[in-house]
């Protein structure tokens, strides 16, 4: 019985959050990932893209409230996604139009673009909160659990109970669906056999009559649509606020770098490869030693290895020994 509680307890404060923190991060990565393999450069202005999206689906959600449309028990914003999508797509072609195009015809350095896309980064971090204003913004509505601690408890007789937020059920589902479809359209369908053969060798994708500008219009489409629902689920999970976003560009680079950029199937793995890390290195263990442990030897400190102010640094330190040991990362991405 006591195991029991001491799986409750860990399955409540690291493996049911860092499996939703990760298929987040699995879905940043995917977006970063696709961009570095197709357009051969890494893009700073991701997290920022992430946030313009989500607060599109944050002003439609509050427009659907407002007019008193509503999903039910699930939230609105899911309703509002597709105008977020939308709204996303128009910005990052338009980004690309009259900033990317340029330098890509010119056949700039991949450095230069990385520069490039940090003026982007700014410009965007500031367009957001000018319209939305630096504050937490709230948008969640709905059911807020799928299975409460209460109910819980009564069904099972434990001590301790299991919580299942409806955000995190919604997260793990939607990403599931999200990397099915995304890996059926670049395997199956002619543009996405087209995009991976232009990431493979350009030259001899262009010598096969695939046009590159039509390979760069569904790379940057498919990476806003990424953007959008991840930058949405992880708002939905935790919330919404501009300078967030911007702190997630490391864990999201993190993991698409610790599972080998320009790999898909790396991004995943490397998303989750870092919610672990981050969620299991930042949580106090003394609650599930407690039960775990034989009587007599519970501890009586905390035993946290970090504070939660420092999960971003636990990233850093997983990307730096990555880039240092294996620079192609799990999946033997390019090599950064």
Not at 84 to 102: E, P, Q, S
Request: proline share 4%; aromatic share 12%; with cysteine.
């Amino acid at each position: 019985m006591e195991l029991l509680n001491a799986f409750v307890v860990l399955s409540n404060f690291v493996l049911i959050p860092a499996i939703a923190y990760g298929s987040q991060l699995a879905l940043g990565a995917l977006g970063v990932t696709l961009i570095y393999g197709i357009l051969r450069f890494s893009n700073f202005a991701h997290g920022d893209t992430m946030a313009f999206g989500t607060m599109v689906v944050v002003l439609v959600t509050w427009l659907f409230q407002s007019w008193g449309i509503n999903l039910g028990p699930l939230p609105t914003a899911l309703l509002a996604l597709p105008f977020g999508i939308a709204g996303c797509a128009a910005l990052v072609l338009l980004t690309d139009r009259m900033v990317y195009r340029f330098y890509r015809v010119q056949k700039a350095k991949p450095v230069i673009l990385v520069i490039v896309s940090m003026g982007v980064m700014f410009i965007m971090n500031g367009l957001v909160r000018f319209i939305i204003g630096p504050d937490d913004q709230q948008f969640a509505d709905g059911e807020r659990f799928i299975v409460s601690v209460r109910t819980f408890k009564k069904l099972t007789g434990l001590d301790e109970g299991l919580a299942i937020r409806t955000t995190q059920g919604i997260t793990v589902v939607t990403a599931v669906i999200v990397v099915a479809v995304l890996f059926w359209f670049l395997n199956r369908t002619r543009t996405g056999k087209s995009m991976r053969a232009y990431s493979d060798n350009e030259d001899l994708a262009l010598l096969s009559g695939i046009n590159p500008e039509r390979v760069v219009l569904y790379t940057w489409l498919i990476v806003a649509a990424l953007a959008t629902v991840a930058g949405t689920l992880y708002g939905l999970d935790k919330t919404f606020k501009p300078f967030t976003f911007f702190q997630l560009l490391l864990p999201i680079f993190a993991a698409a770098i610790v599972g080998g950029l320009g790999s898909p199937l790396g991004a995943i793995a490397g998303g989750f490869v870092i919610a672990f890390s981050e969620v299991t290195v930042t949580y106090a263990w003394k609650k599930v030693l407690g039960y775990a442990l034989p009587e007599g030897l519970e501890p009586t400190g905390l035993v946290q290895l970090l504070s939660t102010d420092y999960k971003f640094a636990v990233s850093f330190v997983i990307l730096l020994v990555v880039l240092l040991f294996r620079p192609t990362g799990l999946f033997k991405g390019k090599s950064v």
